[in-house]
Structures are given as C-alpha cells and as structure tokens.
C-alpha cells in the first residue's frame, strides 16, 4: 500500500460514497430533495467564484484552501445526516466544545487536531457560499416561501457581516437564482 500524501486525516470512501444519499433539508418542505454530495459541490464551486471576485487577494493557494475547506465542510453529517443549524446553535450552548467536533466522526476529530487552522479568508468565502447555496437552493426548491424570503435576507446579513466587500456577487448569484 502507497503513503497517502497529506499526513492530515480524510474521509474514508464509505464516508465520501454517502454524501450522495444524506438527505438535507429533512426538516423543511422541498419540491425536490437534495444530497449532500450536491450541497458540498454547489458551496465549492460558489466559495471559488466569490474568491474570484476578489482579485489578486485570491491567491492559488487560498483557492485550494478554499475549495477543500467548501468540499468537506459538512461530512460529518454522513454519520449522523443533517443537522439543522437552529439546532447546532442550541447544541454548540450546551456542548463542551463545538458541535463539528462534539459529535463528528474520528476522523474529523483526528484532522481538527492535526490539520493547521485554515486563514480567515477561506473560512469567510465558506460561510459566505454557505448560506449563499442555502438560500439559492430554497428560492428555487423550497415550499415554504415565508423561510425562502428569510433565506435571501439571511444571506445578505451573513455577507455584510462577514465580507461586505461581496455583496455585489452575492446579490448577482441571487438574481440568477
């Protein structure tokens, strides 16, 4: 057997071959189901297209930072399926250390203690392109259309908070969502 690479620990293939059958969104009404595996690769591909429009501060490096951090972010839910985020927030008040590592997999433990901490930048694009693919994905899908106006909103509050400078991107994805 080769020596992997990265020393960093990675998703086994049982993980990564179940990102296409965790379902998200099982909370909330949808015209048509989405997989994780769809989630991870629309949020990639949005992380790489926000950091474009960031010019030169969009380094090779950081869009490769950026594109694994986008890629992987939510694996964990392979063990466990979606969480959604009103309760990872209650969860994060009442775990000892935040919820991805409370309840994720060992792997993903093992790589939080052995991978360096990624540069603010990618995390920003991530959270950006995060709930920019959330509220995208229920503008078009959803069918409950109080939460796909409060989506939209959510992500231009997300995106002034954490990036103003993307706000014109982020409203030119909404538009064409």
């Known amino acids: 057997m080769t020596q992997p690479l990265l020393s960093v620990p990675g998703p086994s293939f049982e993980d990564i ?3 296409g059958h965790v379902k998200r969104w099982h909370t909330k009404p949808e015209a048509v189901a989405q997989t994780l595996a ?14 474009r429009h960031l010019g030169e501060a969009y380094t090779p490096q950081l869009a490769y930072e950026t594109l694994m951090l986008a890629l992987d972010h939510d694996l964990p839910e392979t063990e466990h ?13 009442r775990l ?4 991805d590592y409370e309840v994720a ?11 360096a901490e990624p540069s603010p930048l990618a995390e920003q694009l991530l959270w950006v392109a995060d709930i920019l693919e959330a509220a995208g994905r229920y503008w078009v899908y959803g ?3 109080g939460l796909r106006h409060q989506m939209i909103f959510e992500a231009c509050t997300v995106t002034r908070r954490v990036r103003p400078d993307l706000l014109p991107v982020v ?5 064409a969502a």
């Open 81 to 93: 399926g979606d969480i959604p985020n009103p309760a990872k927030r209650w969860l994060n008040t």
């Open 38 to 51: 769809d989630h991870l690769a629309k949020v990639a591909m949005l992380a790489d297209r926000l950091g």
């Open 96 to 99: 000892v250390g935040p919820y």
């Open 171 to 175: 409203a030119e994805a909404l538009r």
């Open 143 to 145: 069918l409950d259309h």
């Open 105 to 115: 997999v060992d792997w993903w433990q093992a790589r939080g203690q052995s991978a």
């Open 17 to 19: 071959f179940a990102t």
